[in-house]
């Protein structure tokens, strides 16, 4: 390939990726090049994903912000519908716009958050954004070309990347939309590759001036931070907009001490979002920084710790959690008391729950522990109270992985007693809902469906906006037949969350059980396009494809399967049947030979893959098939049709004409 060629493929590509030096030369370069490749009517956005610019949103806060008014205008019923996405990604609509379906997670106060949620739960707020621009832009400006010079996209968190990824696989084609992404130079393939394919994308260099930022003045810098944090005040919602530049500022006017209190105000605030990668980026290295510039504030020290825990923990990165537990640990005999009852409950949690062999026993030890504490602890009655039930709720977790299920039951239910004794019905709301749904899950453990939903209607009665919890009863509905019940709950789940692929999926599972093949299609399809790699989606749209009649997107999908998962025998099975009612009877007998192999006890395969010989002409091979079909005692209802098949191959041999001797 040419120079000229590789160039007008880069040109042409939707996505490209330019690696050049950083600076106002590259700013410069990029907000020219798009203006070359913009066509009259195209729209041009111009962001930069530098995460100390703009933090964990950066660039996607930029245009979102920019189209926001007009979607107002158009489509308020989509500001609504996506609320809780928007407060996210621009938190100053937290004063005009009101989060419909808030969750006891989303309201409870910070001594009361005692879940967290999911890493990938943030990932939901991503998709429930390009749900939002797809449903504005396509009857808005359908044919409006949309061109997004995204600056630093190397310098972005991991959820600004998961953004432009999710679009252009998703969107890019439908909403006409190109991205070119600017990369430090030797950063192209490694982005190439992260974007994973979701559109043809091409590589670039650029050759230019290095020139450098403009470096404020120290006085100057601090000059403006101090006005800046005097306009913020304790105001939460202007110290998350203003965090990138308050750290920026502090540290250009020389002050890391207080470099170090935005950062701590970033790793905790963003840890509680389920953020947890991004709450990581601003806690790394802030022990060393609370040790040099507060020595003897031992309270923030253990915050840091805990807090860094917790967003290690939300991450899995079980490694790191350990070695900063068992660090801390060391230091018990000089531990304040009541850090002692944070710090044993979370290293407890990394043994017992996330270290993989899991160490319950040692998890059970540190709760013990834990427990002494919080019993010589000086805090209020009603405090210790909590502090109990919440620790033995963790030894009840232990009772569910020993098998020990009644005991996790009896300690989650005394707890709840207990709580339900001794405080006030407005406190601890969350944990007494998680209580609840701690008993219902381990009843789902032990097959005790009825008993089950008792306890998940409970939770959702105190917290009726938890998407998963009807997701979950509606899963127990689907194994009980309950097709109706669980349908609405399904429904249900999707109306109170940003989508989710799970929920989608088990969507189409249900209306396929109604016969509903259509409706069946479209949730599959929606999983799908939320997650294209799922076998049971591509393998649930498949057969409602087949029930509708429609061979070739059912061979398509069963095709993509079993490329994810080459091992699932009716997949093959499936797709030979498509095969044989298309008239391609060799590929029929292939997909037959690949399922047999992997399922050696089904009945109908043999049949089928006998039919399917006989029809070749080989009919000791279907007599064979049709033997092993008969030992493997097929119901009464099948045995006649076998032998009946079984005759007529036998006659077939007989009748075959055979060569005679000299």
């Not at 290690?312 to 079980?318: H, L, N, P, R, T």
């Not at 209802?637 to 032998?643: I, K, M, V």
Request: glycine share 6%.
């Amino acid at each position: 390939m040419t120079t000229s060629t590789r160039l007008a493929e880069t040109m042409t590509a939707p996505i490209q990726i330019v690696e050049a030096a950083a600076g106002p030369a590259r700013r410069l370069w990029l907000h020219k090049h798009l203006r070359n490749l913009a066509e009259p009517t195209t729209r041009i956005f111009a962001i930069s994903s530098d995460f100390d610019l703009g933090g964990p949103w950066a660039g996607i806060n930029t245009l979102v912000s920019e189209v926001l008014p007009e979607i107002e205008t158009q489509r308020p019923d989509l500001l609504a519908k996506h609320s809780f996405e928007l407060v996210h990604v621009v938190p100053r609509l937290r004063r005009t716009l009101t989060v419909g379906n808030p969750t006891l997670t989303d309201m409870a106060a910070d001594d009361e958050k005692v879940r967290n949620y999911a890493a990938d739960r943030a990932f939901r707020i991503v998709h429930g954004l390009i749900g939002m621009l797809d449903s504005w832009k396509k009857p808005a400006s359908p044919d409006v070309p949309w061109i997004i010079g995204c600056d630093a996209y190397d310098l972005g968190g991991p959820l600004v990347k998961y953004f432009f990824k999710e679009l252009m696989r998703r969107r890019g084609n439908q909403l006409h939309i190109r991205l070119v992404a600017t990369v430090a130079p030797g950063r192209g393939s490694e982005t190439l590759a992260a974007l994973g394919g979701a559109m043809h994308a091409a590589v670039k260099s650029v050759d230019l001036s290095d020139e450098p930022e403009r470096t404020m003045d120290p006085a100057e810098a601090l000059q403006q931070a101090i006005e800046l944090a005097q306009r913020v005040g304790d105001d939460r919602i202007e110290m998350q907009v203003h965090l990138p530049e308050s750290i920026k500022l502090w540290g250009l006017a020389g002050r890391p001490d207080k470099v170090m209190r935005c950062r701590y105000f970033g790793l905790a605030f963003y840890s509680k979002l389920g953020l947890y990668a991004d709450s990581l980026r601003y806690g790394e290295g802030l022990l060393d920084l609370v040790k040099q510039h507060e020595p003897d504030n031992a309270s923030l020290r253990w915050w840091v710790i805990i807090k860094l825990l917790n967003a290690y923990s939300g991450m899995s990165s079980v490694d790191s959690a350990l070695a900063l537990a068992e660090a801390a640990l060391k230091e018990t005999e000089h531990l304040p008391l009541a850090w002692g009852i944070h710090l044993y409950y979370m290293a407890a949690m990394l043994f017992a729950r996330f270290k993989q062999p899991r160490d319950l026993t040692q998890g059970e030890q540190l709760l013990n522990r834990g427990l002494e504490v919080i019993q010589q602890s000086d805090i209020a009655e009603d405090e210790r109270h909590f502090r109990a039930v919440f620790n033995r709720n963790g030894v009840a977790m232990i009772r569910s992985f020993q098998g020990r299920f009644q005991e996790a039951i009896e300690l989650c239910r005394t707890g709840l007693t207990e709580l339900n004794t001794y405080l006030s019905v407005d406190k601890h709301r969350l944990h007494r809902s998680i209580l609840l749904y701690n008993i219902a899950q381990v009843y789902v453990a032990t097959n005790s469906y009825t008993e089950a939903i008792h306890y998940f209607s409970s939770a959702m009665e105190m917290d009726p906006n938890y998407s998963e919890y009807y997701n979950e009863r509606g899963n127990i509905f689907l194994r009980l037949g309950n097709l109706r019940e669980a349908l609405a709950d399904y429904l249900k789940a999707i109306e109170l969350s940003p989508p989710y692929f799970e929920v989608f999926t088990n969507l189409g599972q249900c209306y396929r059980r109604m016969g509903m093949m259509e409706e069946a299609s479209n949730a599959y399809s929606m999983a799908l396009d939320l997650e294209p790699s799922q076998p049971l989606a591509l393998l649930g749209r498949a057969k409602a494809q087949e029930e509708l009649g429609r061979r070739n997107a059912a061979i398509a999908d069963y095709t993509s399967a079993l490329a994810l998962d080459p091992n699932q025998w009716d997949a093959y099975a499936s797709r030979g049947v498509m095969y044989y009612e298309n008239g391609e009877v060799q590929k029929a007998l292939a997909d037959l030979n690949s399922a047999i192999d992997l399922n050696k006890n089904m009945v109908d395969l043999y049949r089928n893959r006998a039919f399917v010989l006989a029809e070749l002409g080989r009919h000791g091979a279907a007599i064979c098939d049709l033997r092993a079909a008969l030992l493997l005692n097929p119901s009464e209802d099948d045995r006649p049709a076998l032998e009946a098949m079984l005759q007529t191959s036998e006659a077939a041999i007989a009748e075959q004409p055979t060569l005679k001797g000299a």
